[in-house]
């Protein structure tokens, strides 16, 4: 049986645009930023050595990144703590997703260098993309256009009320 593929062709214009020239990180700015900034960053919450957020340029409802506070692009340049920290968090988030969104299936994945398509290659990150049976459809394959079901705010608020039970 040949292997299924999961084929995002719009991120392209994404991935191709100019990118505006930044002297800071987005990442080191979100977590400088901290909890009072939350909101309009998008962040889910802040752990020991990580922080969990949504991604504004979704594959689909739910996609969360996970950062490590510490600006790294990649994990060999993470100390065995800041890895663990790490990972803590992208379980938590992992958790967060299942309780909230009930995903059927999980992507989680790291793109290490702009080669490899990371879009910030200078801070390390984690993605987590829910899946469920059948959400690649006929408006993806045909039309090229994502169905996201879920405002990306009402699902941020979500995960956020979750997260907070959880840290109960």
């Given at each position: 049986m040949a292997p299924k593929q999961l084929w995002a062709p719009w991120r392209m214009e994404y991935i191709a645009a100019p990118k505006p020239s930044r002297r800071s990180c987005l990442f080191c700015d979100i977590r400088e930023d901290g909890p009072r900034a939350a909101r309009r960053n998008l962040v889910v919450e802040f752990l020991p050595g990580a922080f969990v957020l949504m991604n504004r340029y979704p594959y689909t409802s739910g996609h969360l990144m996970v950062v490590p506070?510490?600006?790294?692009?990649?994990?060999?340049?993470?100390?065995?703590?800041?890895?663990?920290?790490?990972?803590?968090?992208?379980?938590?988030?992992?958790?967060?997703?299942?309780?909230?969104?009930?995903?059927?299936?999980?992507?989680?994945?790291?793109?290490?260098?702009?080669?490899?398509?990371?879009?910030?290659?200078?801070?390390?990150?984690?993605?987590?993309?829910?899946?469920?049976?059948?959400?690649?459809?006929?408006?993806?394959?045909?039309?090229?256009?994502?169905?996201i079901p879920q405002h990306i705010r009402a699902t941020w608020a979500l995960l956020r009320a979750e997260a907070g039970r959880l840290a109960k």
């Open positions: 506070h510490r600006h790294a692009a990649r994990l060999a340049r993470l100390g065995a703590e800041e890895r663990r920290d790490l990972f803590e968090a992208v379980a938590r988030a992992e958790e967060l997703l299942a309780r909230c969104l009930r995903w059927e299936g999980l992507n989680v994945g790291m793109n290490i260098g702009e080669a490899a398509g990371a879009g910030i290659a200078s801070h390390l990150h984690v993605h987590l993309v829910p899946r469920w049976n059948g959400d690649t459809n006929y408006m993806t394959t045909t039309g090229q256009v994502r169905v």
